[in-house]
């Protein structure tokens, strides 16, 4: 009877499920619930979570709750502990959680709400949370290796080394393109750029107090940095009422972008304890709490999607980025369906602290499940926006038109119906000069959270509400750009360490000052084409960071495959060959468009070759004529590295299919680097605390 | 209801670290009797360097 109700509940569940989907993928032409969103994921995760993941975890990777994790074995009170599963699940969800998710799937709502969702809600239950509760369990059998070096001792130094290198390649322009998001959103906005502002000394004080004034008091000093950080957003808005303040707030995207540079440097050099690690704990705060409030606002309002399912820019010709559906759906969420970025966190820091093997699923699929969740709600975020309105934000003034007047008839004649009055009063409900052109998803973002927050809140304090969601996006996205920033320094002075091994020594000032400068340099270089494009940047960076980042979840996938194959599991290899299959087919359809495509919107090469053309015949007007020059050669740049990226990847799945033939040959192979069994001492439901 | 709450702080306090020297001390005084612990202040230092070496955040 009781096996009989339990069925039940589960059938219903996939009934309802179903039901959603349906109703999210057949309606046409009438407005949809957002609520019809919320449930049709909630049914699909709850199913793939009781399903899919129960049986990976107990069949595929047969978890052991007996064998001791390297968190009991190695315990040494400091990296390595044994941690409750609810503990290490936060801290794992708060490393993932970054600002992909809520970029992604704004750009990605151009093509309509439907195949972003879908993509979203099936990408994360077959892939990313497969790839991440896989990689979790291979690292917790292997004393919490990383990514890099698993690959490595399993397939060769080949794949190591492609793991490294795509690693450093990834957070190089992972940053500049978080970059380019805030400088597009302080851009002649001396709120948001007073409040972006703030979050620094702010942070510092924080900083300061739980390193001198009350050491170890971590609580108490975020806190104090919370509610500076609140009363951030409103001076912000004060300076923005006062006449000669708001001047010193006001600048040019270029001149914001150095800005952001210095402080990229800045940040790298300064100790951890005055700048990173306090903002890290701000924006953690910060961003559980709004994503929490986010969930409740939408479950309380349950606003209308208006949006439709499909827009014409399916066939390639969207103003936000060009290229048609597939492949460019799937490369633009990366985060929040299969991100390989979390392959990182999920052979670093979480299998230190995994204290049962049991845990993996509610951890590494669950922890993915919440992420997607978050990716869903960034797309209600940007449909429930009058769609004339996302694209006036979110297209560039060199795709509209600079001209308001031209923006609008432009938009309005793909079938969006927008008005130049309409942008005018959203934009100064929102305390913004105006809403035209911003492109990089962020303030489309906080003005679909500010509508909801404000019908869900009270109305009258959209502005606030607008330039709070600034301050959240902002904030994370420079903790990811300082700490990306850091961890690209200590990966280059490894690798220089090579050849000098002073420059090695990340205590050494000059290595730590050069190293840190090269970093910036890097990711600065890419910001400064990206600021100076009239094009918007985000269109050419964004690609090819979706590119990068599914590199590292097929490198990660690899590794999975191939010790799945090794352990003589050739029959459950699918679970994460399928996804594997699919991210190579997209990232090379996707990468083989940007460099061969002769549609100047797409490919590379055709737009460099296009702009010299016009260059030549002196068709470009004066402001483009002088950039030109740079941003050919930044064409053939990223035309050259989108090569390299899908030619490494290729070789790492060559060099997994030539290990995996070897084992199946029975030819010698390099041995499964799996730590021995050890039993588990800790009792059932044991916690420390 | 004052139970959950308890056990509520006692999480929050866990996730944050704001609890990680009593832990120290704990586990010190089960594994290291012999040598005396470190300071709060030292402690806190150390264990704020280390917890930011490698790759901590994502995208």
């Not at chain 1, 195949?115 to 099936?122: A, H, K, N, R, V």
Request: proline share 5%.
């Amino acid at each position: 009877m009781n096996n009989l109700l339990k069925n039940s509940i589960w059938v219903l569940i996939a009934g309802l499920g179903a039901a959603a989907v349906g109703g999210i993928a057949l309606n046409r032409g009438e407005s949809i619930n957002t609520l019809w969103f919320i449930t049709a994921a909630l049914c699909i995760y709850a199913i793939a979570y009781r399903f899919y993941a129960a049986w990976i975890a107990a069949t595929v990777l047969a978890v052991d709750e007996t064998r001791a994790t390297p968190a009991e074995r190695l315990d040494n009170g400091r990296d390595f502990v044994p941690t409750n599963k609810w503990i290490v699940f936060g801290h794992h969800f708060a490393a993932i959680a970054g600002p992909g998710p809520l970029v992604g799937p704004t750009l990605a709502a151009q093509f309509g709400y439907l195949p972003g969702t879908l993509w979203i809600l099936f990408g994360a239950v077959l892939g990313g949370c497969v790839q991440d509760m896989v990689t979790l369990f291979l690292s917790t059998r292997r004393d919490a290796k990383s990514l890099g070096q698993m690959a490595r001792d399993e397939l060769g130094a080949l794949g190591g080394t492609a793991a490294l290198i795509g690693t450093f390649a990834i957070m190089i322009i992972l940053i500049a393109v978080l970059g380019l998001v805030v400088v597009n959103a302080m851009k002649h906005s001396p709120w948001a750029t007073a409040t972006v502002s703030a979050t620094i000394p702010i942070a510092m004080i924080v900083g300061l107090y739980m390193r001198s004034f009350r050491p170890g008091q971590v609580l108490e000093a975020s806190a104090l940095g919370v509610i500076l950080l609140l009363l951030s957003v409103m001076g912000g808005g004060w300076i923005d009422d006062n006449p000669t303040l708001r001047t010193w707030f006001d600048y040019e995207g270029l001149t914001l972008a150095w800005w952001v540079m210095a402080y990229g440097f800045a940040a790298a050099i300064l100790p951890v304890w005055l700048l990173l690690a306090p903002r890290d704990y701000l924006s953690t705060y910060v961003k559980l709490g709004t994503i929490t409030l986010l969930a409740v606002a939408i479950i309380m309002l349950q606003p209308t999607v208006k949006m439709p399912a499909l827009t014409q820019f399916i066939d390639g010709t969207g103003p936000i980025f060009g290229g048609k559906l597939f492949p460019f759906v799937f490369i633009t969420i990366a985060c929040g369906a299969i991100s390989g970025f979390h392959a990182l966190i999920a052979s670093g820091t979480t299998p230190k602290l995994l204290s049962n093997e049991r845990d993996i699923r509610m951890i590494g699929y669950g922890g993915m499940l919440l992420e997607s969740f978050v990716a869903i709600m960034a797309m209600m975020a940007a449909t429930v926006l009058d769609p004339g309105v996302f694209f006036a934000i979110n297209s560039p003034a060199g795709v509209v038109g600079k001209e308001a007047v031209d923006a609008v008839a432009k938009i309005s004649s793909w079938g969006f119906p927008v008005t130049v009055d309409q942008m005018q009063l959203l934009a100064s409900q929102m305390g913004e000069a105006t809403l035209f052109a911003r492109t990089g998803g962020a303030p489309s973002l906080a003005v679909g959270m500010a509508s909801i927050f404000g019908s869900a809140f009270g109305e009258s304090m959209l502005a606030l509400w607008y330039h709070f969601a600034i301050m959240f996006e902002a904030i994370f996205i420079l903790t990811t750009l300082d700490a990306g920033t850091r961890v690209g320094r200590f990966m280059l002075q490894d690798m220089l360490g090579n050849i000098w091994p002073k420059l090695g020594e990340t205590s050494w000032t000059p290595s730590v000052v050069l190293t840190s400068g090269l970093v910036v340099a890097g990711w600065g270089y890419f910001l400064y084409i990206g600021v100076i494009d009239p094009n918007g940047g985000v269109n050419i960076l964004w690609p090819l960071f979706g590119i990068a980042n599914q590199m590292l979840a097929a490198i990660a996938l690899c590794v999975a495959t191939g010790i799945l194959v090794k352990s003589g599991k050739l029959k459950y290899a699918w679970v994460t060959g399928l996804p594997l299959t699919w991210l190579v087919t997209i990232t090379s359809t996707a990468a083989w468009e940007k460099i061969a495509s002769d549609n100047v919107r797409i490919g590379f090469f055709s737009a460099a070759n296009d702009l010299a053309d016009k260059l030549a015949a002196g068709a470009l007007p004066p402001e483009k004529a002088a950039v030109a020059p740079q941003l050919i050669f930044n064409l053939h740049l990223d035309g050259w590295i989108t090569l390299f990226f899908v030619t490494l990847l290729w070789l790492i799945v060559f060099d997994m299919l030539r290990v995996c033939s070897r084992y199946l040959a029975g030819k010698p192979v390099l041995p499964l680097a799996e730590s021995p069994h050890s039993p588990s001492r800790l009792v059932e439901d044991w916690v420390r605390d | 209801m004052l139970g959950k709450f308890k056990e509520f702080w006692r999480v929050v306090r866990r996730l944050s670290g704001d609890d990680a020297y009593e832990r120290y001390l704990q586990h010190h005084a089960e594994h290291h009797q012999a040598d005396t612990p470190l300071s709060k202040e030292a402690f806190f230092k150390q264990w704020q360097d280390e917890k930011w070496n490698g790759v901590k955040r994502c995208c």
